[in-house]
Each structure stands twice: as C-alpha cells, then as structure tokens.
C-alpha cells in the first residue's frame, strides 16, 4: 500500500512537470516534423520504393511511423534526465528518505516518463493527414497502448543509466551512446528486410525495431512481424530494462 | 521514554572515521543543537537518525525506533528540512506540499486544510500557487520548514536551516521555528555552526573532529570560560604576555588577531591593566563570554576557521549521496 502511494507521487509529479511544461510539449512537435518533412521529402526524392510495398504514397508516409517511435524513443530516455538533475538539486533526497521503497521509486519514476512520452508521441498523431495518412479511431486505440509500451520500456532504459550517473554531461554521452544506434537500426527511416547482411543481427536485437514495425503495421498495415511477436519482445524488454532500473536505484542511498 | 537516544555511534567512511564514538539523550520537546566546525561529524550524524546512512557501529533509537531496524518506522515519525534544497522548483508551492504530504500518508480529506495551515504559519499562503523558482532564498526555506510539519513529525531535523542567508531572513527563520515549537511542542534536533543561533537551543552539544567535547545548557557552557573576555593588541605581544602572567597571573593565550585572556569583573581590570602594563596596548575590546568562546576555550581554535577538514566534508558529502 505504501509503495503504491511512493509509485503514484512520483508519477503525478512527472504529470504535473509534464502539464507546467505544456508549451515546450507543443513547440516539441517541430522538430520531429522537421525530420519527416524535409528528411522524408529530401531522402525521398534521392531514391526510389518502386517495387516495395510503399510505394504507395511516397516516402514521407513510410517513415511516419518511425518518426512517432523516434519522439517516443527520445522522451522516454531523456525523461530519465530528471533522476541526475534531482540528484543535484537535492529532491532525491525527499524521496529517498520518505518511508516508500527503492523499487517504488523505480516504478513510479517509469511510468511517469512513459505517461510523458506517450502524450508527446500522441501529438505527433496530429500529423498525419500532413503525412498523408490516414488513422480511425480504432487505430490510435491500438496505437496509444503500444506506444505506452515502448515508452515504458526505453525511461526503464534511461533511469537504469541514469541512477548510476553523476552528472548530466555523462548522462548524455552514455544515452547518446545508446540512442543513435537504436534509433538508426530500428529500422524507422529505411527498410530493414533490404540491410546488409552484417546489419540484419544488429537491427534484430534493437528493441526498437518491433516498435517500429508494430506502429509501421497499424498505421500502414506493413510489418515484417506479427504483432502479437513485437508486442512480447517489447513486454520482455521492458521487464528486462525495468528490473535493471530497480537494481540500480536499490544501490541508491 | 526519550526522543533521540545515541549510544557509541560510529562511522567510517572506507577507513576515514568521521563520528567516533557519539552518545546523547534527548528528552521529548527539547530543542538540542549540534555545534561544531563545517567537516565535525555533524551532518554525518543527523543522515544517520534520519535513515540515509547506515552507522559503522552504534545504536540509534528515533522515537523509539531503531535507525537501521525500523527505518520505516523512524521515516514517519521524523521531519527534515536538508542542509541542501530538496524542493522541486518547476512545481508550485502547494505542488510541492501535495506530494509530500501523499507520500506520508496525509488522508486525503484533510490534505487542503493541512497544506493552507501550514502554509500560513510561515506565511506563505498568497504565494501557494507561484513556482517555486520565483522564491527568494527565505522563503524557500520556510516552505521546506512547512512540508517538514506536514506528516505531523514528533521529531523535527534541522541541518543548517539558515546556511546562505542574509541576517534579516536568518533571525526571520529562528522565529518561525521558536514559534512552531511552542505551539507543537516537538522535539528539534538541529545542526549550526553559528554561534548565536545555538543560543535558542535547550542544550548544546559541541562537536569536534566526530566527538562531543562538552555537552550541556547555553549558560552552563559559557560559564566554563572563566569571566569576561579581554582582547588586546599591544607593541610586543609575546613581551605583553609575560608581562601580564607575571603581575597579574593569568593566563594568556595569542588568538590571532592579539592576545586574549579570561578574567572575573572585565570593566575593573581593564583601567588596571592599562596602568601597570609597561608595553604600550594599541587597542583593547570586552566582552562577555559567547559560545564561540567556550569553543575556543574547549579546542583552541575558532569554531569559523576553514581548515583542511572542509576538504573532508565535501569528500563525505558526495559519498552520502552514493
């Protein structure tokens, strides 16, 4: 019972962040656009998806997806920042002496980076008809629940590395270090069934590639995977990350 | 049964011992102070009765709770208000309020009325929906004073609560806490290291190197240094002191800025000495004895002097943060 109160406070204080923040919330949808306009335009007029099942609508449609696993991706892990900046600033503290559980902390801290990047990927759906896409209601009742997991699994990700940083310098590096890869072999800018062949292991083993192709198969009906399959890797690597961000905060204090 | 009960507390940070063998009992509702030079052992002591550090050897008790046993236990049951800022300056005043007090467990019902009195005894009330980084220092303080009543602690932790402020604010504060204290009627246990703010407190313990060399009442303490204090500077200070041992047989110690000495009824001596002193005297000042004056007469030294122990406690610092 205490440590659901611990889980809910450290979510609602997230909530509460994320909704004093509004106004940078919305202004983060340019960049993003910024990417799958003039990225999707530029890219897609160099080379050609005659012959692929994309064909269809153009290469800025195709990588519309991506980019919503891409805003998730990038919220989520940075969410985790919090956890160094805190540190510094002392609210830790609050916390770590309050009678609530490490794990608890954990959790609580997960899931509110995931409510983040959750409600930051969902305003990129705002996109869409831009994107040439079309999404139904049911679509994005699919699409909402999927990209909470992604979001889950990556702020576990990102408070795993950040509860055993020092400064938000490192933090960075370490994350950057992760992010780019994952991000480019997921498979969110380019076929991944077309890679060479040293690359098909890499982009199997990113997470990120069954979120992608998850969201790929809702909004455009094109995954390499079946849902169901994509949905257990991301539960299982999410489980994994989670508990990874427990142990570390149980070092804490 | 007490409020605080230490017994040969201990700890070592790798094989740094920074409290060495630390025994005190607080009755309940007593305000007790820890005073002592910045690196003496006094956070180490106050993050281990609040649970965020493990002792080296030792016991603890917290409301009757054992420190390492019943950590949650000693958590509800204690308030703290951290050397550092623990506030989360992005949220507002009542933000900051609401999710303490739903973390200890503050029933919902009486959580508005809870926040908005509290609020009001440190007199922030019309400031409960600003962010928090539009306060002053001070107020940032009294709010964190505020949240660390919320939960209705027996025991209130004060580690420095006037560090880094102005004068004005500092004596503001003091107020704050006088009056929360005779209206709760809670025990305090409170860390400083200036001098007159440990005037407030029942008793004082005075810490040094990670031991208490004296312990007992503001007054009791300061009638350990024998009278009245005179400083003086003179044209020859080692000249002046044998002089001074010699004819009036009291002892005389160099402080730095001059020679200092203790002495029963200050204002007779003084027209004496500066009649009988065959070396010139350059200046002269009384005073009455202070507790910077038992800390002197206790270590030899001045309790604001940086030496190299401040190096060790931003060494302790960052490893009680692990």
């Given at each position: 019972m205490r440590n659901l109160r611990g889980i809910y406070v450290i979510w609602l204080r997230d909530v509460k962040r994320f909704w004093q923040d509004r106004v940078r919330v919305v202004v983060g949808i340019a960049q993003p656009a910024l990417y799958l306009f003039v990225l999707g335009n530029g890219l897609g007029g160099s080379f050609s998806l005659a012959g692929t099942p994309a064909a269809q609508g153009g290469f800025v449609r195709f990588m519309y997806p991506g980019i919503i696993g891409m805003t998730v991706l990038f919220t989520a892990t940075f969410s985790a920042i919090s956890i160094v900046w805190d540190r510094e600033f002392g609210f830790l503290k609050e916390v770590l002496v309050a009678p609530v559980s490490r794990s608890a902390i954990a959790i609580g801290k997960a899931l509110g980076g995931a409510t983040q990047a959750t409600l930051q990927g969902a305003i990129i759906l705002l996109l869409a008809p831009l994107a040439g896409v079309q999404i139904t209601l049911l679509d994005v009742l699919i699409l909402l629940p999927v990209m909470a997991l992604v979001a889950f699994a990556m702020t576990s990700l990102g408070i795993a590395i950040a509860a055993r940083m020092r400064s938000m310098e490192s933090f960075q590096v370490v994350m950057n270090f992760f992010l780019m890869p994952m991000f480019f072999l997921s498979g969110a800018m380019f076929f991944t069934d077309r890679v060479p062949a040293w690359m098909k292991p890499l982009v199997s083993i990113d997470p990120l590639t069954y979120g992608v192709d998850a969201l790929r198969g809702i909004v455009l009906g094109l995954n390499r995977f079946p849902l169901v399959q994509s949905v257990l890797i991301l539960a299982g690597f999410a489980t994994l990350a989670l508990g990874l961000a427990v142990r570390s905060f149980q070092r804490e204090g | 049964m007490n409020a605080i009960e230490v017994h040969d507390l201990r700890k070592n940070f790798k094989e740094i011992p920074a409290v060495k063998g630390v025994s005190f009992q607080i009755p309940p509702g007593e305000i007790f102070g820890f005073l002592g030079p910045n690196g003496a052992g006094k956070t180490t002591t106050i993050n281990i009765l609040c649970t965020l550090l493990t002792p080296t050897a030792g016991t603890a008790l917290v409301a009757g709770h054992d420190v390492v046993r019943e950590r949650d236990q000693v958590r509800r049951k204690i308030g703290i208000v951290f050397q550092d800022r623990a506030l989360d300056?992005?949220?507002t005043a009542f933000d900051n309020m609401q999710l303490h007090a739903i973390l200890y467990n503050v029933p919902a019902r009486e959580l508005p009325k809870r926040i908005d009195a509290a609020l009001a005894t440190v007199e922030l009330l019309d400031r409960k929906k600003s962010l928090v980084r539009t306060f002053s220092g001070g107020m940032k303080r009294r709010l964190e004073i505020a949240r660390g009543l919320l939960h209705t602690p027996e025991v209130l932790f004060l580690d420095?609560?006037?560090?880094?402020?102005d004068p004005q604010t500092r004596r503001a504060i003091w107020d704050y806490i006088q009056k929360l204290h005779q209206k709760r009627g809670l025990t305090i246990f409170m860390t400083t290291h200036y001098m007159e703010e440990a005037e407030v407190c029942h008793r004082i313990a005075i810490i040094d190197h990670g031991k208490i060399i004296a312990l007992d009442t503001p007054a009791n303490l300061k009638r350990l240094v024998g009278g009245d204090v005179v400083i003086l500077k003179t044209s020859d200070d080692a000249q002046a002191a044998a002089e001074i041992q010699s004819r009036f047989h009291l002892p005389v110690s160099p402080n730095g800025q001059g020679l200092r000495l203790e002495v029963e009824g200050g204002e007779q001596f003084i027209p004496t000495l500066i009649r009988d002193l065959p070396t010139t005297i350059t200046s002269i000042s009384l005073h009455r004895p202070t507790l910077e004056d038992v800390f002197v007469k206790l270590t030899?030294?001045?309790?604001?002097?940086?030496?190299?122990e401040s190096m060790l406690r931003v060494g302790m610092r960052m490893w009680g943060r692990r």
């Amino acid at each position: 019972m205490r440590n659901l109160r611990g889980i809910y406070v450290i979510w609602l204080r997230d909530v509460k962040r994320f909704w004093q923040d509004r106004v940078r919330v919305v202004v983060g949808i340019a960049q993003p656009a910024l990417y799958l306009f003039v990225l999707g335009n530029g890219l897609g007029g160099s080379f050609s998806l005659a012959g692929t099942p994309a064909a269809q609508g153009g290469f800025v449609r195709f990588m519309y997806p991506g980019i919503i696993g891409m805003t998730v991706l990038f919220t989520a892990t940075f969410s985790a920042i919090s956890i160094v900046w805190d540190r510094e600033f002392g609210f830790l503290k609050e916390v770590l002496v309050a009678p609530v559980s490490r794990s608890a902390i954990a959790i609580g801290k997960a899931l509110g980076g995931a409510t983040q990047a959750t409600l930051q990927g969902a305003i990129i759906l705002l996109l869409a008809p831009l994107a040439g896409v079309q999404i139904t209601l049911l679509d994005v009742l699919i699409l909402l629940p999927v990209m909470a997991l992604v979001a889950f699994a990556m702020t576990s990700l990102g408070i795993a590395i950040a509860a055993r940083m020092r400064s938000m310098e490192s933090f960075q590096v370490v994350m950057n270090f992760f992010l780019m890869p994952m991000f480019f072999l997921s498979g969110a800018m380019f076929f991944t069934d077309r890679v060479p062949a040293w690359m098909k292991p890499l982009v199997s083993i990113d997470p990120l590639t069954y979120g992608v192709d998850a969201l790929r198969g809702i909004v455009l009906g094109l995954n390499r995977f079946p849902l169901v399959q994509s949905v257990l890797i991301l539960a299982g690597f999410a489980t994994l990350a989670l508990g990874l961000a427990v142990r570390s905060f149980q070092r804490e204090g | 049964m007490n409020a605080i009960e230490v017994h040969d507390l201990r700890k070592n940070f790798k094989e740094i011992p920074a409290v060495k063998g630390v025994s005190f009992q607080i009755p309940p509702g007593e305000i007790f102070g820890f005073l002592g030079p910045n690196g003496a052992g006094k956070t180490t002591t106050i993050n281990i009765l609040c649970t965020l550090l493990t002792p080296t050897a030792g016991t603890a008790l917290v409301a009757g709770h054992d420190v390492v046993r019943e950590r949650d236990q000693v958590r509800r049951k204690i308030g703290i208000v951290f050397q550092d800022r623990a506030l989360d300056e992005r949220l507002t005043a009542f933000d900051n309020m609401q999710l303490h007090a739903i973390l200890y467990n503050v029933p919902a019902r009486e959580l508005p009325k809870r926040i908005d009195a509290a609020l009001a005894t440190v007199e922030l009330l019309d400031r409960k929906k600003s962010l928090v980084r539009t306060f002053s220092g001070g107020m940032k303080r009294r709010l964190e004073i505020a949240r660390g009543l919320l939960h209705t602690p027996e025991v209130l932790f004060l580690d420095e609560p006037t560090v880094g402020l102005d004068p004005q604010t500092r004596r503001a504060i003091w107020d704050y806490i006088q009056k929360l204290h005779q209206k709760r009627g809670l025990t305090i246990f409170m860390t400083t290291h200036y001098m007159e703010e440990a005037e407030v407190c029942h008793r004082i313990a005075i810490i040094d190197h990670g031991k208490i060399i004296a312990l007992d009442t503001p007054a009791n303490l300061k009638r350990l240094v024998g009278g009245d204090v005179v400083i003086l500077k003179t044209s020859d200070d080692a000249q002046a002191a044998a002089e001074i041992q010699s004819r009036f047989h009291l002892p005389v110690s160099p402080n730095g800025q001059g020679l200092r000495l203790e002495v029963e009824g200050g204002e007779q001596f003084i027209p004496t000495l500066i009649r009988d002193l065959p070396t010139t005297i350059t200046s002269i000042s009384l005073h009455r004895p202070t507790l910077e004056d038992v800390f002197v007469k206790l270590t030899g030294r001045a309790i604001r002097e940086e030496g190299p122990e401040s190096m060790l406690r931003v060494g302790m610092r960052m490893w009680g943060r692990r």
